[in-house]
């Protein structure tokens, strides 16, 4: 069975061998080829002429050759119809599949277009070529599209995450700030009272003896209108009676009159204190009460390094000469350091370390399973805290990584706060008393037993190097 040829096929069909485009105006020649009318005449130079075909190269009769009006007709219904009902599939100039790709103009051609049209000279592939290249890179794109997709729901999920995370740690803060504030206000109303009460007793002794004294004034004046009354009387009287009676009267039943007694002298209320002083007062004893009383701590001599010797109770270590001691596992045998006796697992802590003029220490806390053999890993990860002063010049806290401290003063006392359940390890610069001044606080979750820990380092040793201290409480801002 013949193959039905389709539309686009018999579009090919109708191309001027000459100008390779759709027939205008087409004329058949004797040799039954058709031309457009321009083509011939471009050829022949007139219609009435000798004519070489160019497809058969048979020489006709331009004269002889009528206007092919059944070709015309076909044309004219095809482009008629193209233009009533273009496919997609096919391209809008010459009406051919679009089979080939442009790549430079990223365009879907004809093969027309490719080879007599706009694209011609430029790169071309066949359109499934095209197809096949474009649905890999769309693959790759998808897959990509969906590891985004991954990545940005993973990192919405932890914004939602970390906004409800922030949301609660904020209402714990407050719910904290709250109780402390209620107890710091406790505290203020306790100082309020106390101070109310001192200005009362001392305004009620004062108006308790103004009182006294008003009564007594006030007896007297009665008695000396009393008198009055009878003098005045007593001078109205004629002169035997008058005699009589000025005789029994005498000065000596007067009121007694103390000396000054009717010059008044103004009595000044005056407080035990200056009211410029209440904030300074107030501030003060809060801030003991704040804070957890000082602790008392002895240095451990089991925990020495060889080269340290312990004076005063065991409360003053300083660096000497080396010391045959037993080797036991809670002794630093390289480390210049010492532990306190006493350590902590819980609760609230505070203490204080006189460093002096030492131009090298290291004072902490440190776990109690941290080995002491070998150089001391001063590290959080590695179980201690310490901040310290190195060649005199450089403070630093030895975090991860460690962080400079930028002090404007040398503190010779350093006061360390540890708040054992809330994760906090707090050094202030503790040389005024009355005026604690943060220097840096590790953040870390503490457990098992942690010691306070003294490093004396190395570069100064000898007799005549400063020690390091542990005040007694009575000696401590307290």
Known sequence: MARRMSIDELEDQLLCPICLEVFKEPLMLQCGHSYCKSCVVSLSGELDGQFLCPVCRQTVDCSASPPNVTL????????????????????????????????????????????????????????????????????VLLTDVHQYKRNLDEHFSKLINNKSRIANEADVFKWVIRKEFQELHRYIDEEKATFLESIEGKAAQLITSIESQVKQTSDALQRLKEMQSCLEALSNESQLDFIRVSVLTSKDKLP???????????????????????????????????????????????????????????????????????????RFNSSNCILTCKGFSCGQHYWEVIVGTRNHWRVGIIKGTVSRKGKLSKSPE?????????????????????????????????????????????????DNPDELSPIYTFQAEFQGQLYPIMDLCWPERGPYSPPIILPAPAASRH
């Open 382 to 430: 590695n179980g201690v805290w310490l901040i310290g002063l190195k060649e005199g010049k450089v403070y630093e806290a030895f975090s991860t990584p460690r962080a400079a401290l930028p002090l404007t003063t040398r503190p010779q006392r350093i006061g360390i706060y540890l708040h054992y359940e809330k994760g906090e390890l707090t050094f202030y610069n503790a």
């Open 72 to 139: 015309a007709r076909v044309i004219e219904a095809l482009q008629s119809r193209g233009e009533a009902e273009p496919t997609p599939e096919s391209c809008p100039m010459h009406h051919n599949p679009l089979s080939l790709f442009c790549e430079a103009d990223q365009e879907v051609i004809c093969g027309l277009c490719g080879t007599i049209g706009n694209h011609r000279q430029h790169k071309i592939t066949p359109i499934s070529t095209a197809y096949c290249r474009m649905k890999e890179e769309l693959s």
């Open 256 to 330: 007694s009159l103390h000396p000054g007694d009717g010059i008044f002298s103004p009595v000044s209320f005056k407080p035990c204190f200056h009211q410029d002083d209440i904030k300074m007062t107030v501030w003060k004893r809060l801030h003991r009460r704040v804070l957890p009383a000082p602790e008392t701590l002895k240095l451990d001599p089991v925990t020495a390094h060889p080269l340290l010797e312990l004076f005063k109770g065991d409360t003053v270590v300083q660096c000497g000469l080396y010391q045959r001691r037993d080797s036991n596992p809670k």
